[in-house]
C-alpha cells in the first residue's frame, strides 16, 4: 500500500502532513482576518497561498497583524508620509528643508518630524516580508553565538568556567553546546547575545531589498539621511528580531537533534540483545541498604528474594556468599544480574565467589552479568509493580525489575517511562512534548519489530503494539488468565472491545508459539495466509515444511503470487519471513568482561586497553562503561580512522567494545577513551577542547562544559575590517590558535 516504506519514512510523512495541515488552516485565519480590514488583493492572496512555511506565512501577515499604536503609526496619523516618499524619490532634497511644511501636533519641530518619518521608513522596512526573510537568513549564516560570564559568578558557576568568554558561528554551534548554554544562561551564570556581524553588509542587503541602492549612493543630502535611517532601522529594529529568530532557531534545531540522539539511543537499548528465558538472580546492589536479591524463573515470575549485607558497614561477606550460592542451587540459577549503580563492582566480586561457590556445592555456576539499572527505581515505586508485585517491598522489586531486563530488555523496559531509561541528552531541556512523541514512537516500532508472544506478554508490553489500547491489553491478559492460552490468532477476535480495525492493525505483530496454526508464530499477517496457501500449493509442500527451507523459497519470484492489495513489496516480506519464521532483529546475546583489580578510577592508568559497554551516545561521543562506577568518554574524534559525522554509524548503545585509555582525571573523575587501540596516550589533538562532556555518576548525569571548538578571545578570529563601500563583507576570519589547528587536522571546522 505504501511502495514499501519503513516506518521512519512513514513518520516522517506523518509530521509532514500534520505541519501542512497546520500551515493551512493558518493561512486561512490570516486570509480571513487581512480581508476583514478590507486589505487583502489578489496578489496578496496568492502570495499567502503560495507560502510553504510558517515563517514566510508570518512574515507576510506582519503589516496586518493587530498591535499597540506605535510612533511610526502617530507619525502616520501626523501627514507625515508624504515628507518620507518625497526623500526617498529625490535624494538631492535638503530633509531639513523639507521637513519645514511637515510640522504637526506631536511633531511640532524639523527634528522630531524627520524623526516621525524615520519610524515610518523603520516600521516598512520591518514589515517587509522579503527584506526581513533576507535578513533572518544571513544572520543565522553570518552570526555568532557569544556568552560571557555574568559578573560575580564566576566560582558559584565554575562548571561553565569554558563558557565565561565564548564566541562560535552560529549555523555550526552543536546541538549538546547550544543547550549547555541555554542551560548556563536559565541559572544565571552566563549571558548570551547573537552577534550579527558587521553592519554594513546588513545595510547594503537592506538598501537593495527596499530598492533604494542607487539612492544611498548618490551624494545629495537626503542619500545620507536614507543611509543612516537604514543602519537606525537594522540596528534598532531588523537586527534584533533576526538575532531573537535566529536563537530561537538554533534552540529548535539542538532540541530536535537532541530529541533524534535520545530516540535512536532508546532504540538501540530496547533492542539489545535478550539473555533468553533462563532462571535469573537480580542483584541490587548497595551498601548500607545491603544488596536486595530476587530470583526470577524462565518466565519472569519471582521465586524467591532476600536481602544480604556483604558491603560496609556489615561486611558479612562469607554470610552474603553463603546465602546466595544457596539460593543458586535451589532455584538452578543460570544467569546473576547485577545491577551498575552504587556498590556494584564490588557486587560483581561477590557474584564471582558466589559461583564458584556454587560449584562447589555441585551446581552448575550461573554467569554474572552487570545491567543497566536506569529506571528500575522508578518501576519500583509505579502502580504498575506494585500490581505486578503486590507482596514484595518497594526496594526488593529494582531486584526483580533487574532480573527481568537481563532476560529480556525489551519486555521489561516497556514499562518504565522511556525518559527515565537514561539514555538521553539534555533531556529536560528540551520540548517535552516532542520528546515523548518520538520517544513512544521508537518503543511502538521496537515492539513491533520484535513481536511480542501474544500468550505471556504483560499488558503493558501489549499497550505497545499497534491498534492496542490500554484497555484492550488489560482484556487481552484478563481473557488468557479466565480462558488460558490462545490457541490461534482468530482467537483474539473474542477479546471485547477487540474489534476488526484493533485486529487487522495488531495481529501481525502478534504471536502464538506451538498453536494450531503454524503461520501464527511468523510475521506474516493473517491476511495473507492465502498468499501463502497459493506458495504451498505452486511449491507441493505444506506450511509447515515451506517455513524455513531456504533452497526452496530463494527461488520464487515474489511477482508471481502478487494478487489484488498484496503487491511485490509484501510478497518479498512473506517470502522472507517463511525463510526465518519468527525471526528475533535483536543481536545475539554477549557480555562485557570487566577487567579484575581495576574497580575505580585511580586504578586506571594510561594505556590500558578494557572491555566495556556503551552505555550512551551523544552527538559529541559515546559513554563507555569499564566497571569504575564512572563512565568513560570516546570522543568522536577517537572513534575511527576515518572523519565520523554520527558516533551512531559506529557505536550503539548496549554494545560491547574494547577500549583503550588514554587520559585519566582522578580529581574530576574523567576517563578519556579510545576506540582506536593503536593510539598512543598523550597524543596531540586526543583529548579535544571544545565539546561538552556529560559525567554519570550514581545514575545522575552531571553536565560539565569544555570549551567550545570554535571558540574566540577577544580579538582572535573577529571580524574582516570593512573592505571600503558601505557593503562590507563581513564575513568572519578562521579561527587561529593551536587548539583550532589541532581541531582542523582531526577533521573539523574548515
Known amino acids: 500500500m505504501t511502495g514499501g516504506l519503513d516506518d521512519a519514512q512513514l513518520r516522517t510523512l506523518s509530521e509532514r502532513l500534520t505541519y501542512l495541515r497546520e500551515l493551512e488552516d493558518r493561512k486561512q485565519t490570516i486570509l480571513e482576518a487581512i480581508d476583514s480590514q478590507g486589505k487583502l488583493t489578489d496578489e496578496l492572496r496568492e502570495l499567502i497561498q503560495q507560502c510553504d512555511t510558517k515563517a514566510r506565512l508570518e512574515d507576510l501577515y506582519l503589516p496586518y497583524k493587530k498591535r499597540r499604536r506605535t510612533k511610526a503609526d502617530k507619525a502616520r496619523e501626523a501627514g507625515l508620509e508624504p515628507l518620507l516618499d518625497s526623500l526617498l524619490a529625490d535624494p538631492t532634497l535638503d530633509p531639513e528643508s523639507a521637513a519645514q511644511s511637515y510640522t504637526a501636533e506631536g511633531f511640532e519641530d524639523t527634528k522630531a518630524a524627520l524623526e516621525g518619518a524615520r519610524a515610518i521608513f523603520v516600521d516598512r522596512l520591518a514589515t517587509n516580508a522579503d527584506l526581513v526573510g533576507h535578513i533572518r537568513d544571513r544572520v543565522w549564516d553570518s552570526g555568532a553565538l557569544e556568552a560571557h560570564v555574568v559578573e560575580g559568578k564566576e566560582q558559584e558557576g565554575a562548571t561553565y568556567r569554558d563558557y565565561f568568554d565564548f564566541a562560535e558561528q552560529l549555523s555550526d554551534v552543536p546541538s549538546h553546546r547550544v543547550l549547555a548554554l541555554l542551560r548556563g544562561e536559565r541559572e544565571g551564570v552566563i549571558s548570551l547575545s547573537i552577534d550579527p556581524g558587521d553592519d554594513d553588509p546588513y545595510v547594503g542587503l537592506i538598501a537593495d531589498d527596499a530598492d533604494l541602492g542607487s539612492a544611498i549612493d548618490h551624494d545629495g543630502p537626503a542619500a545620507d539621511w536614507i543611509e543612516k535611517a537604514i543602519q537606525w532601522g537594522w540596528r534598532t529594529k531588523l537586527s534584533v528580531s533576526a538575532s531573537l529568530d535566529a536563537r530561537m532557531r538554533a534552540k529548535e534545531k539542538a532540541e530536535a537533534t537532541a530529541v533524534e540522539v535520545f530516540a535512536k539511543n532508546l532504540h538501540d537499548v530496547l533492542l539489545a540483545a535478550p539473555a533468553g528465558q533462563k532462571v535469573t538472580i537480580g ?79 555441585g551446581g552448575d555456576a550461573p554467569t554474572p552479568v552487570v545491567v543497566s539499572e536506569s529506571g528500575a527505581s522508578v518501576y519500583s515505586a509505579s502502580e504498575l509493580a506494585s500490581k505486578e508485585c503486590p507482596d514484595l517491598d518497594v526496594s526488593l522489586r529494582g531486584a526483580v525489575s533487574i532480573a527481568r531486563r537481563l532476560q529480556d530488555p525489551l519486555a521489561e523496559l516497556v514499562k518504565v517511562d522511556p525518559k527515565s531509561i537514561g539514555v538521553g541528552q539534555y533531556q529536560h531541556d528540551v520540548n517535552q512534548s516532542s520528546l515523548t512523541d518520538a520517544l513512544n514512537a521508537v518503543v511502538e516500532d521496537a515492539v513491533n519489530a520484535v513481536g511480542v508472544d501474544l500468550n505471556t506478554a504483560s499488558a503493558p508490553l501489549l499497550t505497545r503494539v499497534a491498534g492496542v489500547t490500554p484497555t484492550i491489553a488489560e482484556n487481552i491478559v484478563a481473557y488468557r488468565e479466565d480462558n488460558g492460552a490462545f490457541d490461534s490468532r482468530k482467537t483474539l477476535t473474542k477479546v471485547p472491545r477487540l474489534g476488526p480495525k484493533a485486529f487487522e492493525q495488531c495481529a501481525g505483530f502478534l504471536r502464538i508459539r506451538g498453536g494450531s496454526q503454524p503461520l501464527d508464530a511468523s510475521a506474516v499477517h493473517p491476511e495473507s495466509y492465502g498468499v501463502v496457501s497459493t506458495i504451498s500449493e505452486t511449491t507441493g509442500l505444506d506450511v509447515d515444511h515451506l517455513m524455513g527451507n531456504s533452497r526452496v523459497l530463494s527461488g520464487l519470484d515474489p511477482a508471481q503470487f502478487a494478487q489484488g492489495a498484496v503487491g511485490i513489496p509484501t510478497v518479498t516480506d512473506i517470502i522472507a519471513e517463511l525463510d526465518k519464521p ?51 568518554l570516546v570522543h568522536v574524534s577517537a572513534m575511527s580512522d576515518r572523519f565520523v559525522s554520527d558516533p551512531h554509524d559506529v557505536v550503539k548503545s548496549g554494545q560491547v567494545v574494547r ?20 593510539d598512543e596516550p598523550g597524543e596531540r589533538g586526543q583529548r579535544r577542547q571544545g565539546e561538552h562532556r556529560e559525567n554519570r555518576r550514581d545514575g545522575r548525569n552531571h553536565a560539565s562544559h569544555r570549551r567550545g571548538q570554535g571558540s574566540r578571545k577577544p580579538n582572535q578570529g573577529g571580524r574582516k575590517p570593512h573592505q571600503g563601500g558601505r557593503r562590507g563583507s563581513g564575513n568572519r576570519r578562521e579561527q587561529g590558535g593551536s587548539m583550532a589547528d589541532a581541531l582542523r587536522r582531526a577533521g573539523f571546522g574548515k
Request: one cysteine or more; a negative charge; hydrophobic letters at 40%.
Open 283 to 361: 542483584l541490587d546492589p548497595g551498601y548500607r541498604n545491603g544488596v536486595k536479591v530476587a530470583v526470577v524463573d524462565d518466565t519472569g515470575k519471582v521465586l524467591d528474594t532476600t536481602i544480604v549485607y556483604p558491603h560496609q558497614p556489615q561486611n558479612r561477606w562469607s554470610a552474603a556468599i553463603d546465602e546466595l550460592a544457596t539460593m543458586c542451587v535451589r532455584h538452578h540459577v543460570a544467569l546473576m544480574a547485577i545491577g551498575n549503580g552504587t556498590a556494584s563492582r564490588e557486587t560483581e566480586k561477590l557474584s564471582r565467589e558466589v559461583a564458584a561457590r556454587v560449584k562447589e556445592l
Open 582 to 632: 519468527g525471526r528475533d532483529p535483536r543481536p545475539e546475546f554477549r557480555t562485557a568482561t570487566f577487567k579484575e583489580g581495576i574497580e575505580k578510577v585511580s586504578d586506571l592508568t594510561p594505556g590500558m586497553v578494557l572491555e566495556g559497554t556503551v552505555t550512551n551516545v551523544a552527538a559529541f561521543g559515546a559513554f563507555v562503561d569499564i566497571g569504575v562506577h564512572q563512565d568513560g
Open 659 to 678: 577500549v583503550k585509555v588514554m587520559d585519566v582525571d582522578t580529581d574530576r573523575q574523567r576517563i578519556g577513551l579510545s576506540l582506536r587501540l593503536n
